[in-house]
């Protein structure tokens, strides 16, 4: 089977490699020259586990290959992928510029059947817009070649996107033909071993499910910033709640972390198109509005809880931050809450020092020089007048109390994601904030 992959960023690059791994010939496409060439010599441009090994190995066998040119694999492929970004317009619509031109590239170039895949997060109709672009450019031609168009929502995770990717709850393929369907199964049926599904279903019901699920679990996650801010209101703990509605299958257990707010490149943005979408169409998705609402006050919680802890006197204080990433095992910082968190303090006129395990890099890109970046999470800590736990990387779980007493100013903790246990850091004399208790 061969196949190629439009689009080296997160979603392309993961999915590319993981179906050479299963065998396939997979060519990945960028129009980003130092990119491609950089792949080539196996540098990988995001950081995810285990990905690096399987690029190599991958490319060793000769199975993954990297071109800036699609027009030249055109006629070596079954299947276009295509994972180009769609970033928001400033409307919170979804920017189909990139989707449209793989689109204008295919129509002007194929010669032969080619089944066109649309893996990007993208508004339902656009396998539509794709279809008419590619006919436009074909009848500019004056050829007449068959093709089909897609829809193949992806559902990784980042930090956990190779087992999700070659293991997930399930696979959602939007056709329209026979021919399409056949493909689609055979380039799935490799994964059919790990006994999960493919869901075959109509093209704009594959397209809305992708948005339908990641605003459902925003959702999730903004009711529970909800619950966790009445629970300390009513002296509950909603650790306790939410072990008690969690065990409910009809509930379940998993996203129901309370926090300091949804970031990443996927929650934010779709929900957003998600309102547009229903916007465009004359309809008003006023859960999914609250729902941005909620976790945008919730992004600076812990900057409120420490200014009321100061009593408002911020100025001149030294604040650490552990964790600059939008969540664990990633350096992506889009949405993050600590960007939030970090143009707080600095309004206040605090001292911030900061540390986060990947994504050092990326905040100096993003933060430039006006906090302190720390060699390493103690370094942070020195002579701080508060500690702000941001993003619960695993390395910060169980840190040496005495080394945090010694180093700090004073020993105050707010903690972001509810990883410390309250009875241990009271006995240890440290105070310690956390959500939702
Ligand atoms: C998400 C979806 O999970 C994935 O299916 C989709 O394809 C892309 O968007 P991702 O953005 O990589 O994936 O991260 P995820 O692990 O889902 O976390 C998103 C955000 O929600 C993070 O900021 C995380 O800290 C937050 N979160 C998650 C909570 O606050 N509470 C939870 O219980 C779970």
Redesign the pocket.
């Known amino acids: 089977m061969n196949i190629a992959i439009v689009g080296t960023g997160y979603v392309g690059l993961v999915t590319g490699t993981c179906f050479a791994e299963t065998g396939a010939n997979v060519i990945c496409v960028d129009t980003n020259k130092e990119k491609i060439e950089a792949l080539k010599k196996g540098v990988i441009p995001i950081y995810e586990p285990g990905l690096e090994d399987m690029v190599l190995r991958n490319t060793k066998a000769g199975r993954l290959r990297f071109t800036t040119s699609l027009e030249e694999c055109l006629d070596e492929v079954s299947i276009v992928f295509s994972a180009v970004g769609t970033p928001p317009n400033e409307d919170g619509s979804a920017d189909l510029q990139y989707v449209l031109n793989v689109a204008r590239t295919i129509g002007a170039c194929m010669n032969k059947y080619v089944l066109v895949v649309t893996k990007s997060t993208v508004p339902v109709g656009t396998a539509k817009k794709v279809k008419a672009v590619i006919q436009e450019e074909l009848a500019c031609r004056g050829v007449s070649v068959d093709f089909d168009v897609a829809s193949n929502p ?6 956990n996107a190779i087992s999700d990717f070659m293991t997930p709850d399930r696979v959602v393929v939007g056709v329209e033909s026979q021919r399409a369907k056949e493909l689609m199964t055979k380039l799935y049926r490799p994964f059919l071993l790990n006994n999960f599904r493919v869901i075959f279903m109509d093209i704009p019901s594959a397209e809305m499910t992708k948005y339908a ?2 605003s459902m ?1 925003a959702t999730r ?1 903004s009711f ?1 910033n909800d619950i966790a801010n009445l629970c300390e209101l009513v002296g509950a703990d909603v650790n306790m709640v939410r072990a008690g509605i969690g065990s409910d299958t009809r509930i379940g257990r998993k ?3 309370p ?1 300091c ?7 934010p943005k779709d929900v957003k198109a998600l309102i547009k979408t229903a916007e465009e169409h004359g309809y008003t998705m006023r859960v999914l509005k609250m729902v941005e609402e909620v976790n945008e006050a919730q992004k600076d919680i812990l900057f409120r809880k420490l200014s009321a802890f100061y009593e408002g006197n911020l100025k001149g204080k030294v604040i650490a931050l552990w964790g600059l990433a ?2 664990p095992e990633t350096d992506d910082m889009r949405e993050a809450p600590a960007l939030v968190l970090i143009e707080k303090l600095k309004a206040a006129g605090c001292v911030i020092r900061a540390y986060d395990p990947a994504a050092m890099d990326e905040a100096r890109r993003r933060v430039g020089d006006s906090i302190y970046y720390a060699r390493d999470m103690y370094d942070a800590l020195l002579d701080a007048d508060a500690l702000l736990m941001v993003t619960e990387w695993k390395e910060f779980r169980l840190p040496a109390w005495g080394v945090i007493k010694k180093t700090m100013n004073r020993p105050v903790i707010f903690d972001g994601r509810n990883i410390y246990d309250a009875e241990e850091l009271k006995e240890l004399d440290i105070v310690y904030h956390c959500i939702g208790k």
Do not use: D, Q, R
């Open positions: 992806e559902f990784l995770k980042e930090g699920a990641n679990l996650i529970m996203f129901l972390y926090g707010g949804y970031g990443g490149s996927c929650f939008f969540k």
